[in-house]
């Protein structure tokens, strides 16, 4: 093949046609009304909980968690992808060989020359000639022949308009897109378990808490039924009360179900049965408070939101297929060769004369097939349009999941303070009365009365620590790191 052709070919190969892709302008603001403060440090953020029982179960599920596996197994095949489709761009080579055996028919083809023999026999003249095709020739007097071939097939696809890049552009966006994907599965992770893990701590401790309550007031029925009896209290008063308590009693087998339903989330989180226990859970703990964070700035989220990374690859994908389908407008120019060996035995097989070489190029051009592509690359372009209003909906909803999560942090946190605030004063009353019983100036009864509002106000301070852990849980998540 002439040096000039090739080098031909390979100057068509660097033309790719189709769009390059350019970051688009994004819906972000300058700064958020939310605190623009510095975000947590490079730890990963649930350990500002400071909590050794939370962290250890974020590194078992990290490990174990099963939708993480299944995140990364779509690593490995869009990497795979990947990798075939750059491969594609390059030459192309097999190795193929037969051995065959054929019986020809006498009435066509090289099997006619079969014939010779019984002429020569009815007519002398054609002796000569019979005699030395079967010398020169002797597999053609036989109507069964062998072929064996031995050869290496080549070929290279020019890429002329360059349709197998902007395949392998779109095939290494997706790869891209599944490894953020893993991120984004590693969060979903990491939050939900954050989750599970405060509301069945907070469930544990309100457990005890309703349990002791209703032993408060089984013990104040205990009084008011002797007050009763005494003429010093009524009846209805009584009745009354007793309802009250099995109001609250009636609360804990409740609590018990989301205790329980929180250890069988995290459970299977980590990757375990919920039918195996959990002794690291046994031990009641306090919700853990983590340390204050701010949201950054808007910005940031393009590179600390998983799904934003995924959307955005997906654009790239979408955009580089534009490319794929326009190149079908142009020829598909390939080189190919052939380097081989035929022979009717083997013997013979590996001689110089067996040698068999060829040089092509190939050309395929969609001529008439023109409206075909005309729709292929509407399509195309229709499905990148969709992925970009994809991406800025994402990064709308992204801001939002930042401002909305910090305006529900920063009301958890006001309420917190309150109801922290109202619990030191309770208890301040409960202390007193505990004093007032010892000097004989207070009633049992009214001292039970002010345990009683002492575990009301400690329930609801819980509740409160409760919603602030995890608003703080929703507002990292909402900020993607």
């Known amino acids: ?220 029925l205990g009084i008011m039924a002797a007050r009763v009896k005494l003429g010093a209290a009524s009846k209805s008063a009584l009745d009354s009360a007793s309802a009250r308590e099995s109001e609250l009693a009636a609360a804990i087998p409740d609590l018990v179900a989301l205790r329980d339903t929180q250890r069988n989330r995290i459970s299977v989180l980590v990757g375990l049965s919920p039918s195996y226990d959990m002794p690291e859970l046994a031990t009641m703990a306090p919700i853990a408070q983590a340390d204050d964070f701010g949201a950054g700035m808007p910005a940031d989220l393009l590179r600390n939101r998983p799904d934003l ?16 389908a326009m190149a079908e407008y142009y020829p598909d120019i390939s080189l190919g060769a052939l380097l081989g060996l035929d022979s009717t035995s083997v013997s013979n097989l590996f001689t110089s004369d067996s040698g068999i070489l060829q040089g092509v190029v190939g050309l395929h051009w969609r001529l008439f097939d023109f409206g075909r592509v005309d729709a292929e690359v509407r399509s195309a372009r229709g499905q990148t349009r969709e992925a970009l209003a994809a991406y800025r909906e994402a990064v709308l909803r992204a801001s939002e999941d930042v ?37 004989g100036a207070l009633s049992h009864d009214a001292a039970l009365d002010a345990q009683r509002a002492q575990i009301g106000a400690e329930i609801d301070l819980l509740n409160a620590r409760l919603d602030n852990a995890r608003a703080t849980v929703a507002a990292h998540r909402a900020l993607g790191h």
């Open 403 to 439: 401002e909305s999560g910090f305006v529900h942090l920063q009301s958890a946190q006001k309420r917190l303070r309150l109801l922290d605030k109202k619990y030191k004063a309770v208890a301040d009353a409960q202390a007193i009365a505990q004093r007032a019983v010892a000097a």
């Open 1 to 220: 093949m002439k040096p000039w052709l090739i080098l031909a070919g390979l100057a068509l190969a660097g033309c790719t046609v189709g769009p390059n892709y350019k970051p688009p302008r994004l819906p972000l603001a300058a700064a958020y009304h939310a605190p623009a403060g510095p975000l947590s440090g490079t730890a990963p953020w649930w350990m500002s909980f400071h909590d050794p029982v939370l962290n250890a179960l974020e590194a078992r599920a990290l490990s174990a968690n099963l939708g993480i596996e299944q995140a990364l197994a779509r690593v490995d095949e869009a990497n795979a992808l990947f990798k075939a489709q750059r491969a594609a761009q390059g030459p192309q080579a097999a190795l193929d060989g037969h051995a065959a055996r054929q019986e020809e028919s006498v009435n066509a083809g090289l099997g006619e020359f079969t014939r010779l023999g019984s002429l020569a026999q009815a007519n002398p003249a054609l002796a000569p000639l019979a005699g030395a095709l079967q010398q020169a020739a002797p597999n053609l007097a036989s109507r069964v022949n062998n072929d064996f071939q031995l050869g290496i097939n080549t070929g290279w696809d020019l890429d002329f308009a360059g349709g197998l890049r902007r395949q392998a552009q779109a095939a290494g966006a997706n790869a891209d897109a599944a490894q953020a994907g893993v991120a984004a599965a590693r969060l979903s992770v990491a939050a939900e378990l954050a989750d599970a893990y405060l509301r069945y701590r907070a469930a544990q401790i309100e457990l005890g808490d309703y349990q002791k309550l209703d032993g408060i007031m089984r013990e104040q």
């Open 309 to 324: 990374v995924v959307a955005q690859d997906q654009l790239i994908a979408a955009n580089a297929r534009i490319g794929a």
